[in-house]
């Protein structure tokens, strides 16, 4: 039961950093906000390692390295589709898709995937379609380039939950600081590449600071589950951070869906729980 509580409370963290992401890539560079945030997170990191030190394994690093670099690649979508469509549609379309990847990754493993994880993945697909699309004969009102953007972050998610689930417990919070630590050099590296400058206005960077702090304290909170619970049933779990995503632009933002979109938020709740039994 601890794991899950956990889990729970690292979705509810991740959902809301992901707003704060959201808005802030509305008047800065997706790129630019996702390394500031990271940034301002160091501190917390530091704490949380005196903390919680652990004895990691040169393993433990690697995966946390590696994970950090999937997710880095997975926020700067995020934000860049949280941007410039409906935070309330595109947040669980990263969700369910963050969900299904460590299902498919089972089909080729020892952990092979129950016929309920199975069937949560085929609603996962028929609620992506329902999300995206509107009234009048079907027509989308989300971009698919926007649809795209969320699908491909919810990929690199779900790769993100699986490669840092495979850290040991006994590696205390060193596997966090390994994930930030190559997310910031992989946007570093995004930023001088593209050309953009970091630098945020003061508004922007409150935005920021917020979804820093609560995505390196969802990293550990997911972690910590991870390391005592089943990750299938974690990542699932953890995976429903839309909640307070969808929650939080319907009552900031006075977002509003159509029917047909919100019968595909159904069946992404039932994706969800299907994934996680």
Do not use: C
Request: proline letters at 5%; a positive charge; glycine letters at 12%.
């Amino acid at each position: 039961m601890f794991p899950i509580l956990l889990a729970a409370v690292s979705a509810v963290a991740f959902g809301t950093a992901d707003f704060s992401g959201g808005k802030a890539s509305r008047r800065a560079d997706p790129i630019a906000v996702t390394v500031i945030s990271q940034l301002l997170s160091v501190p917390l990191l530091v704490a949380l390692v005196l903390v919680v030190p652990g004895s990691p394994k040169v393993a433990d690093i690697a995966w946390g390295l590696l994970a950090g670099t999937a997710g880095a690649g997975g926020v700067v979508l995020l934000y860049r589709a949280l941007a410039g469509g409906m935070m309330a549609v595109v947040a669980p379309v990263t969700a369910i898709t963050a969900a299904v990847v460590p299902i498919v990754a089972g089909l080729f493993t020892a952990t092979f995937p129950g016929a309920p994880a199975l069937t949560g993945a085929g609603l996962a697909v028929v609620a992506i379609a329902l999300v995206s699309l509107g009234e009048g004969g079907g027509r989308p009102t989300i971009p698919v380039r926007l649809v795209g953007l969320a699908l491909a972050a919810g990929a690199l998610f779900g790769v993100f939950f699986t490669l840092l689930g495979q850290a040991s417990e006994s590696a205390g919070m060193w596997p966090v600081a390994a994930v930030r630590a190559s997310s910031i050099a992989f946007g570093l590296l995004l930023a001088a590449g593209t050309g953009v400058r970091l630098r945020l206005g003061r508004r922007v960077l409150g935005w920021a600071a917020v979804a820093g702090l609560l995505d390196s304290a969802a990293n550990a909170l997911f972690l910590a589950a991870a390391a005592r619970g089943h990750l299938s049933i974690v990542a699932a779990i953890a995976a429903l951070y839309p909640a307070s995503t969808v929650l939080l632009a319907l009552a900031v933002d006075r977002e509003r869906l159509r029917p047909v979109q919100v019968a595909g938020l159904g069946f992404a709740a039932g994706a969800l729980v299907l994934a996680s039994i």
